[in-house]
């Protein structure tokens, strides 16, 4: 991997997607609002030296990898949606190097606006354990 200060960052801030994520017999039957933030570390001096989408992280191909897997998936757990979301970063965008993702559920604690679980992946690790 390259040294992630060397890269930069290409990020999705805030996506809202409604899905089914959850332990509690409510949350398997009624689809709620998951909120999603991803960076994703590449080099993306090649796609500005282009102006070529090929040469750059395309954010849209990713959000609606990331949206499409939340509206058909349901999940149990944040920290399984979490891990799929990376691993979808990495597959979907050959550049990446590095991702990190934050999946949160707004109102689901009483008295908490959002609770979630961040992670901070490799593509080294994610190549390891494909």
């Known amino acids: 991997m390259n040294?992630?200060?060397?890269?930069?960052?290409?990020?999705?801030?805030d996506?809202?997607?409604?899905?089914i994520l959850g332990i509690n017999p409510e949350e398997r039957v009624k689809r709620q609002d998951i909120l999603i933030n991803v960076t994703m570390w590449a080099d993306t001096r090649p796609a500005a030296q282009s102006d070529d989408i090929a040469d750059a992280v395309n954010y849209r191909t990713v959000a609606k990898a990331i949206i499409d897997h939340i509206e058909t998936g349901e999940p149990y757990l944040v920290e399984r949606l979490v891990q799929e979301i990376?691993?979808?970063c990495f597959a979907t965008a050959?550049?990446?190097?590095?991702?990190e993702v934050s999946?949160?559920?707004p109102g689901a604690l009483r008295f908490a606006r959002t609770v979630g679980v961040s992670i901070f992946r490799t593509r080294e690790a994610f190549e390891r354990h494909a």
């Open 94 to 99: 050959v550049g990446v190097q590095a991702v």
């Open 86 to 88: 990376a691993d979808i």
């Open 3 to 13: 040294d992630i200060n060397q890269l930069d960052k290409v990020f999705i801030r």
């Open 103 to 105: 999946v949160e559920k």
């Open 15 to 19: 996506l809202l997607v409604r899905g």
